[in-house]
């Protein structure tokens, strides 16, 4: 077990102190502090197989994985969140929401997140190797960021079978840990299984579905992005567009409309007061119309683009 805490720096140290402990447990990240009296926090590490298991325990802040950090750090994981105390606000792929302690969220490492806590939040983590993921569940990615809803006794389980593995391990070494690693993410996959109202499509056509949403995520930019310029950069009829978007839970429309606004986000979120203005930040993501942009935008997130500067309330 490793342990790291910004208790015992002065508290104009203890942001970036923390931000590098961030770093150095999980991988690349920026972290915004919401107060400026300092910012508690502790992590307790827990190495077991290929898997690392955390409990953090800290006060508020925003903490962000973003495009510039994952070029300079591409490690392909995904991470699986389970609040103990208080409340946990997520954003990643054009979803956000907010998961309560006994649920959990799954995010990517390889795409923008947002995670933001208030003070005296705890939770209970897990980090996958990407591969371990996608061999057993080829679209994992349909499942990051809470896509579709928890169910609750599968959570129940996961989430008192990762404290239990990291409370046996706090007690010395185990025997077999690459069996009891295993373990866990066969609970994590059941879980996953079981979350509602999934119509799973065939592999082949899943394969299709994710180069075209790559494309789109990769032009979102592009004001005239539309389901015919998709279907003709990627060899497709425009009908064979909205049929891969029919077992989903938007209409194409509807996804590009989501990515632009999560585009958005991220430059405002990132940027910060004296950054990119709102204006800016709309039509960079690919909007025309800025007062269309803010009114879809406070739809979606439930506050402002300008009050996305500050931590979610």
Known sequence: MAYFSTLGFARQKQVSV???????????????????DGLRGTIHQFDVGNLSITNFDADAQRVFRTRPRIARDPEDAFVFVAPFREVLYFSQMGRSGFVRPGGYALVSTSEFYELSCPDNFENWTVKIPGEDLRRRIPNIEDYCACRMPNN?????IARNHLRSVAMARKAGPLPNERAVAQNLVDTIVLTLDSEANWDGAKLAAYRMRSRILEY?????????LTPASIADA????VSYIYKLFRHGDLTVGEYILAQRLQAAYEYLAVSGRGGMTVADAAYAA???????????FREKYG???SAVRRRPT
């Open 18 to 36: 923390w931000q590098e402990i961030m770093s150095d447990v999980y991988y690349s990240l920026e972290i915004n502090g919401t107060s400026s």
């Open 152 to 156: 609750p006794a599968m959570a129940s």
């Open 216 to 224: 789109i995520r990769g032009n979102i930019h592009d004001m005239n």
């Open 234 to 237: 990627n060899g497709v009829s």
């Open 286 to 296: 690919g909007f025309r119309n800025l007062s269309h942009f803010s009114r879809v």
């Open 303 to 305: 506050r402002s683009p």
